[in-house]
């Protein structure tokens, strides 16, 4: 998958070698950041075999809350920590709902998805929330060797993502869940607990990326990371993650939500007319899902076939 | 030092009095059950008689509604299956728990408190006692059955289960994978581990099994060392008590002199080689062989099922060369498979669409006439007395039994010249069973072929005229009337040559 973006980033690049410059790819990697972090939270529910569809509107909720606290006086600190709280409850609220009322989860979060953007309207009144304070606006302009502040937070948050889920003994358990979630609870996994906690993770990220989205744009509107929960599905669809449980890695999450990105940022360098872009962004998301799908197959059957010959006349054992 | 040294080893297992009740039904009527350290100890009884729902009440799976349970002498409640694998119960379940998607040693290390290193510290002895050979970091996925069944294994020995019980194990494996294990389960008995083996095969229980219980309808009716007790005994203590015969013995018929409805020449695959048979019209033909002797393999083949096949199989004198399931059901042949749940039943959908699946074209060219749609599904509930609320009730939410005649009826639907029948009595109740013997019976009468593959060998003596007898994938003969009994058909199952070819 890292390698079809890349060979896709440098074929874009004989046409408009534009892109190849170091300042347009910070650029791509810039304007993937919310779709990344969203992403990530949402290969945690997927992991655990759900699905959650209100993580975009999360998102926007939690930037009206950080906009609205903010406007209203708030130390920064203070209006991110709101707005944190506000994706955690939002997840939360998801969780209770799948795992303790056993609502299934894209009814849950189909649910909730309209109450979150419902939330949005009532708290601002339908309005969009303008004349940010430019502290939550200063962070987008730091930087170090020339790569936004924003881009190294990810990377870190990416990276602490990438080593717990490895390494982190409890972080097993979402695989474990989603793999099979029967065998989990025999051998005495806290099987709900663990669906909880994939939920309220999803919230969190959401309300990350909220704050990397309102911090960018510098304001925020109702249809704020409007149909993100989609992208964020497909981007882990496309990083390897298994809709059905139980596979996938965050760096492949992270990188299926940069190709989400680059796929639009590549056909603008391309010249290709805005009114395009969503459709030719849907095709080559299906061809690269379909090719992707096609090698994995080869790959296993090759796989099998050396097991079988490698054993030859096989043991009992 | 008392002399009792030996003699009153205080046992590992003791319940007593044990009730449990499903909806208002007893399963479970006051059972007692014991185990002691180093023993085998199997747990035989018909399906419905309790013993799975005894086990997973050992294993903390299910809460007993009255009775005791003392582990080692210490009177204890089992309330989760972590609560069992505190006290080191441990239960292997007929099909393995596994995550496909982790590695072996992630599946194995899962639920307990081990790092990495200190997991495959602990792991490789286990395995290697076991004799257990396969690569720690291949997904899970790639493990044969009885692999898993190893890995499940491993699981209770990290326990340090001293108890482990054995749902079943042999089920799903082949005949020499079954003698690994049985080899392992004493090795790890000589341990002092108490084993509990559930089995309906008598042979493997005579084999492998210290000490016998038999449960009937919730009640232990025997129970005693394996050396004192012959299959004879086990069979009776196993079969109601009134009405030893659910139905009238068949009346076996000879093959008549008409043309062969089904012929099978020569067909070979993975599983079984060289199949040579002839089904006549209005004939029962068993097939009995252990799981893994290419029972079901064979009836795939014959159904079309299986791309590899090699061979030749006639339908009333057409050859079917590998047309797939539509094409050989056009010709007259059905093929009703094991697992009804997997590739026989729409579960979802009202009972009736399952009914009339296949003779869709007969209901209308465009547009169904639900009115002879209805009328179809109703002329099968009163034939085969299918007990449902309506014709449209899902279903899934009809019984065992129910669900097997429903399928059954989507196949006699299509009036079929040859119906192949894998395991039609499995997992289903007593009169629900009766009921299918009933229709196996009248479907021969009007003329039909039925091939019925079996494991309940006692289902085959009953119901054939004549027996085809497999073992490791060959035909190894044929018995006919007289010679169709069980003592026969079990001997001829396990390898014994003494069939007329």
Avoid: C
Avoid at chain 1, 223 to 249: F, H, M, R
Avoid at chain 2, 314 to 342: F, I, K, M, N
């Amino acid at each position: 998958m890292a390698l079809l973006l890349i060979l896709l980033v440098v074929a874009t690049g004989f046409v408009n070698p534009n892109i190849l410059r170091f300042k347009s790819l910070v650029e791509i990697l810039n304007a993937s950041l919310t779709l990344v972090l969203i992403a990530l939270g949402e290969m945690f529910v997927i992991f655990t075999r759900g699905i959650d569809v209100s993580v975009g509107a999360a998102t926007g909720l939690a930037a009206v809350i950080l906009g609205t606290t903010l406007n209203l006086g708030w130390p920064v600190g203070l209006a991110i920590l709101a707005a944190l709280s506000t994706g955690v409850l939002a997840g939360a609220v998801n969780a209770f709902g799948v795992t303790f009322l056993r609502v299934p989860p894209i009814i849950m979060t189909l649910g909730t998805l309209g109450i979150y953007r419902g939330l949005m309207r009532i708290i601002t009144g339908g309005s969009w929330i303008e004349n940010l304070p430019q502290s939550i606006k200063d962070p987008n302009l730091w930087g170090f060797l020339g790569v936004p502040f924003f881009v190294w937070a990810t990377f870190l948050v990416l990276a602490v993502t990438a080593w717990t889920t490895l390494r982190f003994r409890p972080a097993r358990f979402f695989y474990a869940v989603g793999d099979n979630e029967q065998g989990a609870y025999v051998l005495g996994l806290p099987v709900r607990a663990t669906q909880f906690v994939a939920y309220t993770l999803a919230g969190l990220f959401a309300a990350l990326a909220a704050v990397v989205y309102t911090s960018q744009i510098g304001f925020v509107s109702m249809n704020a990371a409007d149909g993100y929960e989609l992208k964020a599905i497909a981007a882990n669809v496309l990083g390897g993650v298994s809709l059905t449980g139980g596979a996938g890695t965050p760096l492949g999450a992270a990188v299926g939500a940069l190709f989400m990105t680059a796929v639009h940022s590549m056909l603008i360098f391309l010249g290709v007319p805005g009114i395009w872009d969503n459709a030719f962004a849907g095709l080559i998301l299906l061809l690269v899902v379909y090719a992707d799908y096609r090698l994995r197959r080869a790959l296993e059957l090759q796989r099998r076939q050396a097991r079988i010959l490698g054993e030859g006349g096989g043991s009992g054992g | 030092m008392r002399e009792g040294r030996w003699a009153s080893v205080t046992p590992l297992l003791e319940l007593e009095g044990v009730w449990k009740v499903f909806s208002g039904v007893p399963v479970l009527k006051g059972v007692r059950f014991s185990l002691e350290p180093g023993e085998i100890h199997a747990l035989l009884g018909g399906n419905g008689s309790g013993k799975s729902t005894l086990m997973k009440i050992i294993a903390g799976v299910y809460a007993m509604d009255a009775g005791t349970m003392r582990f080692k002498g210490a009177s204890v409640r089992v309330d989760s299956p972590s609560a069992a694998h505190a006290l080191g119960i441990y239960m292997v379940p007929q099909e393995p728990h596994i995550f496909p998607h982790l590695s072996l040693l992630e599946n194995l290390g899962m639920g307990l408190p081990y790092g990495a290193k200190e997991l495959s510290d602990r792991v490789r002895p286990v395995m290697e006692a076991l004799e257990f050979h396969a690569d720690l970091f291949e997904p899970a996925a790639f493990l044969s059955i009885a692999q898993q069944q190893l890995l499940e294994i491993v699981r209770g020995l990290l326990r340090e289960a001293s108890v482990l019980i054995f749902d079943e194990p042999t089920s799903a494996l082949t005949f020499r994978e079954a003698e690994h294990l049985f080899e392992r389960m004493r090795r790890l008995a000589r341990e002092g581990i108490g084993i509990v083996f559930i089995s309906h095969r008598l042979g493997e229980v005579m084999e492998v099994a210290d000490r016998v219980s038999v449960l009937r309808d919730g009640v232990m009716v025997l129970e005693g060392p394996t050396e004192a007790l012959t299959p004879h005994d086990l069979v009776r203590a196993m079969l109601p008590e009134a009405t030893d015969v659910p139905v009238e013995p068949t009346e076996r018929r000879g093959t008549t002199g008409s043309d062969p409805v089904l012929e099978v020449r020569g067909l070979s695959s993975e599983a079984f080689r060289d199949a040579n048979f002839r089904l006549y019209p209005g004939e029962v033909l068993g097939v009995a062989g252990l799981v893994g002797s290419g029972r079901t393999e064979l009836a795939e083949a014959i159904a079309g099922l299986d791309p590899h096949a090699r061979g030749e199989v006639r339908v009333g004198g057409v050859p079917l060369r590998r047309l797939g399931p539509a094409e050989s059901q056009r010709r007259g042949l059905v093929y009703v498979p094991e697992d009804r749940h997997a590739h026989g039943i729409f579960l979802e959908l009202a009972s009736l669409y399952t009914m009339t699946a296949s003779i869709l074209p007969e209901l209308g060219r465009v547009f169904l006439s639900t009115a002879k749609e209805a009328a179809v599904g109703r002329r099968f509930v009163d034939s085969l007395n299918i007990k449902l609320h309506s014709l449209w009730q899902p279903a899934g939410t009809l019984s065992g039994g129910n669900q097997q005649k429903v399928v059954l009826a989507k196949a006699l639907a299509t009036r079929p010249r040859v119906i192949i029948l894998d395991e039609p009595t499995r997992g289903i109740d007593a009169s629900a069973r009766r009921d299918v013997y009933r229709l196996i019976r009248a479907l021969a009468e009007q003329g039909v072929g039925v091939l019925l593959i079996s494991s309940e060998l006692e289902e085959v003596v009953e119901l054939s005229d004549r027996v085809l007898v497999m073992h490791k994938g060959r035909i190894l003969g044929m018995l006919e009337g007289e010679a169709i009994t069980l003592e026969r058909v079990t001997e001829a199952s396990f390898g014994n040559r003494g069939v007329s070819a």
